[in-house]
């Protein structure tokens, strides 16, 4: 049972202290409202906390997105930095953040959440929420914020047979020699994405022998287009309102120009048009395989013992695998029917609100086609101003009820149909929603106020 109505509101609970956590803190207690965030961590970073239980980043991980079209919207990462950061610096960040907005005193540490319930007022409408920890105590809230990612369970393919060498996956890899040294080995990486990518392009470095193994072939786009940030070249066309084809065309001309097509190092073409799949950003992913130090290889058919048959028929054998297969999207301890979700996706309004209850969201629950956590920022400030909308301004409320029964387009682009892009988003045309309703509910939240 809830506080009693006479106690003082309850505040916000923020579940995660990482990226997506740490700008919903600060936009919710610059909107004067009261909220705590709970990390399970003794370290506020999320998945950029390396060495952590729940981080899944390697030595050598850093931003597949510019640190411009990364950065949070009111706080721009160093001009002396590299335009990709790597993790540590990217730590660095989240750390200078919380600093300049005073968070860290909000922070919970060490509160690994058991179970999270809702509670009910004796008419049985929903009165807030109840947080269970592991440490057996409880907290209670008035709403709730999802931010703790969507990297916790590790996909595994569904591969006949059995492999009798290490098999790991992606989320515990570290480096070539962590978990497992690789040196002398004969490694299989599994995945076309941007991890499996990096992962094959650095084991290549170190072991005997390196094949990388993807159901199709992808679109490889370079970090650096003529000295600058391929994603700023491609934002710049996409605030010119550039038609699609023709920033595809343009984008085609511009990689055949620098790393080159896949056919120049004799891959298949792609089976589908750039940007339907997530982008691979990778630099080194066809020098490694002009070099001979990487083979791509097509997709895993059966294990047999140390053998990999693949489905063209070739068989190799190898000493470890590594999936780089993704994760599936999970929210620990919260009943996935609360967050209206079906065939285990969560139905959400922008994947953000939930269609009807206005004392829940989830932030982050994104895979956009550049950087993230500026998209996370403008997720909170509707999420803060929806709060403020139910406390106060019946008008906002109405209005914002309204869109969230409505079915938004959010891209252009017709992705292929895989786990891999249930979330996808592309970045700009999201951002543009999440403005309009920015300015919408600010618009309605000043009248309130007369």
């Given at each position: ?374 998209l996370t920022d403008l997720q909170a400030h509707v999420v ?67």
């Amino acid at each position: 049972m809830p506080p009693e109505s006479s106690s003082p509101p309850l505040p916000w609970c923020i579940i995660g202290a990482g990226p997506s956590g740490l700008t919903a803190l600060k936009n919710l207690l610059s909107c004067g409202i009261d909220a705590e965030a709970l990390e399970r961590e003794q370290v506020l970073g999320g998945n950029w906390a390396f060495g952590t239980e729940t981080s899944r980043v390697f030595a050598s991980t850093r931003l597949i997105s510019s640190k411009s079209l990364t950065a949070f919207t009111d706080f721009p990462m160093p001009r002396e930095w590299p335009a990709y950061p790597d993790h540590r610096q990217c730590l660095d960040y989240l750390h200078r953040y919380a600093d300049h907005f005073g968070l860290e005193q909000h922070i919970r540490f060490g509160a690994r959440v058991a179970a999270i319930e809702p509670q009910f007022d004796h008419d049985g409408r929903r009165r807030g929420w109840a947080v269970q920890l592991i440490d057996g105590s409880t907290r209670h809230y008035a709403g709730l914020v999802l931010a703790s990612g969507h990297n916790h369970v590790p996909r595994w393919p569904a591969i006949p047979g059995s492999f009798s060498g290490p098999y790991i996956h992606a989320a515990d890899y570290k480096s070539p020699t962590v978990p497992l040294p690789l040196a002398t080995k004969r490694v299989l990486v599994i995945g076309g994405g941007n991890s499996g990518s990096d992962i094959a392009v650095e084991v290549s470095r170190q072991a005997a022998a390196t094949f990388h193994s993807t159901r199709r072939s992808y679109h490889v786009v370079p970090r650096m287009v003529f000295g600058r940030p391929a994603d700023l070249r491609g934002e710049r066309l996409l605030k010119m309102g550039t038609p699609l084809w023709l920033r595809r065309l343009i984008s085609q001309r511009a990689i055949a120009r620098t790393i080159g097509l896949p056919a120049r190092h004799g891959l298949p073409a792609p089976d589908h048009r750039l940007w339907e799949t997530h982008p691979v950003i990778n630099d080194s992913l066809y020098a490694q395989i002009d070099a001979g130090a990487l083979t791509p290889v097509r997709d895993v058919r059966q294990f047999d013992g140390n053998v990999v048959k693949f489905s063209d028929g070739r068989r190799e054998p190898v000493d470890v695998v590594i999936a780089a297969t993704g994760y599936h999207l999970a929210f620990p301890g919260i009943d996935p029917t609360l967050l209206n979700s079906h065939a285990g996706l969560p139905r959400l309004f922008l994947h953000l609100l939930h269609p009807t209850a206005s004392d829940l969201a989830v932030v982050g629950m994104i895979q956009p086609d550049s950087g993230q956590w500026g998209l996370t920022d403008l997720q909170a400030h509707v999420v803060a101003r929806m709060i403020l909308a139910e406390r106060s301004a019946p008008r906002a409320r109405a209005w914002l009820g309204r869109q969230r029964r409505r079915q938004p387009v959010l891209s252009p682009i017709r992705y292929l149909d895989s786990p891999r892009h249930a979330l996808e988003v592309e970045h700009f045309r999201y951002a543009q929603h999440l403005r309009r309703l920015i300015r919408g509910l600010d618009r309605r939240l000043r009248q309130a106020q007369g």
